[in-house]
């Protein structure tokens, strides 16, 4: 079975190689000081979720207005441009990489919702989730484990967190959806909903 969940994991093992090529212990051109900072932070690869899923993972949060959507590590932002786009909610992305950041910009620009979305330069370990009512993430397992006690301590009851692929260790997700898309990936999600502490 295909699935992107391996094509992420492919992708880490590159993402480490070349990590380590340009790791300051070898004798290599090292990338400044600001690039160096950004890229030791990146703790997943880039890959989008094909646009189909992105729907499908909003349609399982059950989006709406007056909802506030994050995305942690939100690559060229379709996730929050696409929230902001269909269901007219304000949407912010967290990302490092300033390439993924330009490309988010010129979403934004092209969908014409510059209003409702916003990207911060921000490492997603130190994101304050307080806001957000609805969480999505295509991150990895450890990732998501160390996203968990945030998720847990700063989001209020009734929230929803969609994961692409990965789930949270022995969180019982509320629902999970299969989903394959056009070139024939197959795609699991998860749904959590915040549950209010006992
Ligand atoms: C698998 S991609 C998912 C992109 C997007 N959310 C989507 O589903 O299409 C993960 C993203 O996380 C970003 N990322 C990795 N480590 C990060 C960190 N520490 N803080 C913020 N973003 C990070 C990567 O640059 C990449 O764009």
């Given at each position: 079975?295909?699935?992107?969940?391996?094509?992420?994991?492919?992708?880490?093992?590159?993402?480490?190689a070349?990590s380590a090529l340009?790791s300051?212990?070898?004798?290599?051109?090292?990338?400044?000081?600001?690039?160096?900072?950004?890229?030791?932070?990146?703790?997943?690869?880039?890959?989008?979720?094909?646009?189909?899923?992105?729907?499908?993972?909003?349609?399982?949060?059950?989006?709406?207005?007056?909802?506030?959507?994050?995305?942690?590590?939100?690559?060229?932002?379709?996730?929050?441009?696409?929230?902001?786009?269909?269901?007219?909610?304000?949407?912010?992305?967290?990302?490092?990489?300033?390439?993924?950041?330009?490309?988010?910009?010129?979403?934004?620009?092209?969908?014409?919702?510059?209003?409702?979305?916003?990207?911060?330069?921000?490492?997603?370990?130190?994101?304050?989730?307080?806001?957000?009512?609805?969480?999505?993430?295509?991150?990895?397992?450890?990732?998501?484990?160390?996203?968990?006690?945030?998720?847990?301590?700063?989001?209020?009851?009734?929230?929803?967190?969609?994961?692409?692929?990965?789930?949270?260790?022995?969180?019982?997700?509320?629902?999970?959806?299969?989903?394959?898309?056009?070139?024939?990936?197959?795609?699991?999600?998860?749904?959590?909903?915040?549950?209010?502490?006992?």
């Open positions: 079975m295909r699935t992107r969940g391996l094509l992420l994991w492919m992708s880490l093992c590159a993402f480490l070349t340009l300051p212990t070898r004798h290599v051109i090292v990338p400044d000081a600001q690039a160096q900072d950004e890229e030791s932070k990146k703790i997943v690869p880039y890959v989008p979720t094909p646009q189909e899923v992105v729907e499908k993972m909003l349609d399982m949060a059950q989006v709406k207005k007056g909802d506030v959507v994050y995305d942690l590590g939100s690559g060229d932002g379709r996730i929050v441009v696409t929230a902001a786009k269909k269901y007219g909610v304000r949407a912010i992305g967290f990302e490092i990489d300033p390439q993924r950041i330009k490309e988010s910009h010129e979403n934004i620009k092209k969908a014409g919702v510059d209003k409702l979305v916003e990207i911060r330069q921000q490492d997603i370990r130190t994101v304050d989730l307080s806001p957000a009512s609805v969480l999505t993430m295509y991150l990895l397992p450890e990732v998501n484990m160390m996203i968990r006690p945030n998720i847990w301590n700063q989001m209020k009851p009734g929230s929803r967190v969609v994961s692409h692929d990965f789930d949270m260790g022995d969180w019982k997700p509320v629902r999970e959806e299969h989903i394959k898309d056009s070139s024939g990936w197959e795609h699991t999600l998860y749904l959590w909903r915040v549950e209010a502490k006992k």
